[in-house]
């Protein structure tokens, strides 16, 4: 049987014992992984956040209905944590190695975005990548859709700023 | 006037498709290549002259060690509970100390979470009291949790904070036994690695390049060399700096 898909995962109600943790694993790690990256800014942080998610559901099997969003809403969740080391500190990510050279204006735009504040770079992703409209990714953050709006124009007025 | 709402998926997209996605984790297989033999990224670093101020000689062992430590001194440091769950008490321990800013100095502190993850966090301190002792004059410099184990890439997640000229930092040890922070003017300052991550802090000035980190394998190998650029917290409040 070919294991679900990822859509199918997190848009229709599908029990994860039913579809097989194994399978739901295989289909969703490279996307979580890549969502992780972003959000973090680090390929190692991102995949450990991206297992502590699926450790996350393998605590749950039975109670999570859409394995997909769920993982999602947790990779958002950790990778927000992670963020807060301390009140005196912000997670250096913008000259984060990478093994990959992009292009200038590329390189200049991530590290601009890597800069931004863990919830508005996560609204950014969240919006941008992952394509959710500002209901959805308030769920996944777990505030008013209010606060999305406010954290994406805030987070592209600085980038605007600064690119112009 | 640009697209930016494409140019920033546009650029998301193509840092998400660069990233390297390793196999899939299995119990009896490590989930992160080894960053010495495995990242064509690393740079081939010139020897440099060792380091001649070295962390502070473990000799106090530790109020920590027979459980004195103050439940008070404890709650003061900066923890990361969040991530960790509460600290264990018992697990709190002096990871290291190296000469601050006059007047001070800087300690790393690590301790276990009821999770497991390991957590360091960094403090200056008063230097008129001993090292081991509780410490006096804390100055919070911030912390991180994270799980234990290998497979950590040496200079990888760093956190920088500071203020007034004054900066500490925090980064993935990975591999490294030894690591040295070289500022722009030639200093070398030294580190302290404890807890999984290789710290330490650095006086700065606005206007002048970041210093640049590089780690060591135990038998002198460089691993890696990572320049800490400013700006550090573009966006943050209060202690955060570094902007132009």
Request: proline content about 8%.
């Amino acid at each position: 049987m070919d294991p679900p898909t990822a859509a199918a995962l997190g848009e229709a109600s599908a029990d994860v014992q039913a579809a097989g943790f194994d399978d739901v694993y295989r289909t969703l790690w490279p996307g979580l992984m890549r969502l992780g990256h972003l959000l973090t800014g680090s390929e190692v942080v991102g995949q450990e956040v991206a297992q502590e998610a699926f450790i996350g559901l393998l605590r749950r099997t039975d109670q999570v209905e859409r394995p997909a969003s769920y993982l999602r809403r947790a990779v958002v969740n950790l990778a927000i944590n992670l963020q807060r080391r301390s009140s005196r500190e912000r997670t250096y990510v913008a000259g984060l190695r990478e093994q990959v050279q992009y292009p200038p204006e590329i390189d200049e735009t991530w590290a601009l975005i890597a800069t931004l504040p863990t919830r508005q770079r996560a609204v950014l992703v969240l919006r941008f990548y992952e394509d959710l409209s500002e209901t959805q990714i308030a769920a996944v953050i777990g505030c008013r859709r209010g606060t999305v709006k406010s954290l994406a124009s805030r987070a592209l007025a600085r980038l605007r700023q600064e690119l112009s | 006037m640009i697209d930016l709402e494409a140019r920033v998926r546009h650029t998301l997209v193509a840092v998400a498709t660069g990233t390297d996605i390793p196999p899939l984790p299995s119990p009896d297989q490590p989930t992160i290549v080894d960053p010495v033999v495995g990242r064509a990224r690393r740079r081939q670093l010139a020897r440099t002259a060792a380091v001649t101020a070295v962390v502070v000689p473990a000799i106090v062992g530790l109020a920590a060690a027979g459980g004195l430590l103050p439940g008070t001194f404890i709650d003061r440091l900066n923890w990361v509970p969040e991530r960790s769950g509460p600290i264990v008490d018992a697990s709190v321990e002096w990871g290291g100390s190296i000469d601050g800013p006059p007047g001070r100095r800087f300690e790393v502190w690590v301790a276990t979470g009821e999770n497991g993850e390991v957590c360091t966090t960094r403090v200056f301190v008063d230097d008129t009291v001993a090292v081991g002792a509780t410490p006096a004059g804390i100055e919070d410099e911030g912390g991180r949790c994270s799980p234990g184990g290998t497979g950590h890439v040496f200079a990888n997640g760093c956190g920088v904070g500071g203020s007034d000229g004054i900066y500490s930092y925090g980064c993935e040890a990975g591999p490294v036994t030894r690591a040295e922070l070289h500022l722009a003017d030639g200093t070398v300052m030294p580190t302290v690695i404890a807890g999984g991550e290789v710290s330490g802090w650095f006086p700065w000035t606005p206007g002048t390049p970041g210093p640049a980190l590089l780690g060591y394998l135990g038998d002198g190998t460089p691993v890696d060399q990572f320049t800490i650029d400013p700006p550090w917290c573009a966006s943050g409040p209060n202690r955060c700096s570094g902007e132009p």
